[in-house]
């Protein structure tokens, strides 16, 4: 008991009271504190006492500073993972919730995004294969019409020659030889202008090593006015040499290329004025 | 209580907030003069009370005890830490002589006439020495350089002012 008293004496109660000691002291304090009630009690006392006197001197923080300190705490609570029970479970799931709305709403985003990029990669390549087809098609077009144009052109220029009246039509008969040939010409004495219809041709078709000539005959003697070929699908009108003035025109036919003077028994058409 | 505050429950913290607040606040602001550090110093102390529920036991001694050494060390941790320091180097100049003012004004807040009243009741060796432990949060250690006594003469009047203020409580 005497011990008692005199360890309750060295005031190391006071200083266990104001958290001044050490972890040993510490420990040895809440030991005897355990065996001896009267240890235990002065303890109580003195705590007691402090208590009091800390109340005697307490400070009212400002007004705010209360619902400030409540915050944080229910804002802590959001992180207080050991929650045993009776937690603010709206708090928390809200927390969860909205993280966890942020997190998916990342992912979606970014498979939207992707799927984006699939479709317009899909929809681009489609577009460019309809317009590379597109520009093929209006490729051919261009094409036939400016085959049609060129038709065109030249039915105009052969229509003008028949609607000239300084052009003259001739028809130049099949000979004794050949007598189912014709071939039509036109001529045009002020223009020096010799044309042939070639879709009016109709002669025997010309082997690769021959080609017909035409002649104009000048008082009696041939002149040359050039070759042309004879075949089943040819159109248009065909110019020759200029000449002004002719009495007749004859064909015959001649080696490729033609000749000075015309083998006499090749003619195969003759035609006068 | 006790109970509900170790199930977490908020009412409990709120009590305890109305009932505790203010001795609190006497002893943090003591030790941090800027009140509104001492206000954050506080805050902490309640967070602290609330997640380290779980280690404090009755058997320990009473709850105001275990609450009051929390803010206490919380309080001296504040003061020497760095940012504590920093801030006060970095006071301008012109501010200078009031926050000295501040700082000295302890001394003649009106809340603690009564203290004073109370002091004086005890011997100027106890009240110096109660002040420096129990206001200025030093140890006993520090407290016998401070006021260039031995260590067991400072734990004699420890012990002997606290003893004058449970005859004075009761």
Known sequence: MEDIRAYIETGILELYVLGDVTPDEKLQVEEMAKKHPAVKAELDEIERSLELYAQENAVEPSENLRSRVMGSILTNLGDDNNFPEKPQPVNHKLVELTARKENNFYKYAFAASLALLIASTIALVSVYSRLQQSTNQLEAIQLQNQHFSNRVNLMDRELGIFRDPSFKLLKLQGTAKTPASVVMLAFSPSKKKVMIDMGNVKLPENDKDHQYQLWALVGGKPVDLGVFDAKNDSTGMKEMKSIALADAFAVTLEPKGGSVNPTMDQMMVLGKF | ?170
């Open chain 2, 1 to 170: 209580m006790v109970f509900s505050l170790r199930n977490h429950e908020k009412i409990a913290i709120e009590a305890l907030y109305d009932m505790y607040s203010a001795a609190l606040f006497g002893v943090i602001s003591r030790i941090v003069v800027d009140t509104a550090i001492a206000e954050d110093v506080l805050q902490e102390t309640f967070v602290k009370i609330w997640h380290s529920f779980s280690s404090y036991s009755t058997e320990k001694g009473r709850l105001f005890t275990w609450m009051v050494n929390i803010a206490r060390n919380l309080a001296i941790d504040k003061i020497r830490s760095k940012d504590f320091k920093n801030q006060n180097k970095n006071q301008e100049i012109e501010n200078t002589v009031n926050s000295i003012d501040e700082q000295r004004s302890t001394v003649y807040k009106p809340e603690l006439m009564g203290v004073k009243d109370l002091v004086d009741t005890l011997k100027p060796e106890q009240k110096s020495i109660i002040d420096l432990v129990y206001f200025k949060g030093y140890t006993h250690v520090e407290a016998a350089d401070e006021l260039g006594v031995p260590l067991g003469t400072i734990k004699t009047r420890l012990r002997m002012g606290i003893q004058q203020l449970r005859k004075h409580f009761n």
